[in-house]
């Protein structure tokens, strides 16, 4: 089963990053790209399979890993802002262009 942890990174002093566990586990993590102020890194050695959405028209940027040390393979998301909003029912609503 695959859970979270939010844990302070453990090199960046006052950053937090998102452990993911697998049957709890460590197998990956989520943190700020720091090259991007919207941005976020998905890093595990553990990555199998890699899509999108056909629709997604965001950003997403796939890293063999063979650039860093060590070498980990990343999915690197930037996020914008699309109008879309979670509405007080709790579904996900854009608004009408009246």
Known sequence: MITFALK???VLPGENTVE???D???IGAIYPDR???NGIKVVSVHMQEKTKEPDFSGEVVIDDGQRSFPPIPSVNITFV???WFI???GRIT???SN
């Open 94 to 96: 854009k608004p009408s």
């Open 8 to 10: 302070p990174h453990s």
């Open 20 to 22: 993911i566990l697998f």
């Open 24 to 26: 709890g586990k460590v």
């Open 35 to 37: 090259t991007k102020p």
């Open 87 to 89: 509405d007080e029912r």
């Open 81 to 83: 802002s699309s109008g």
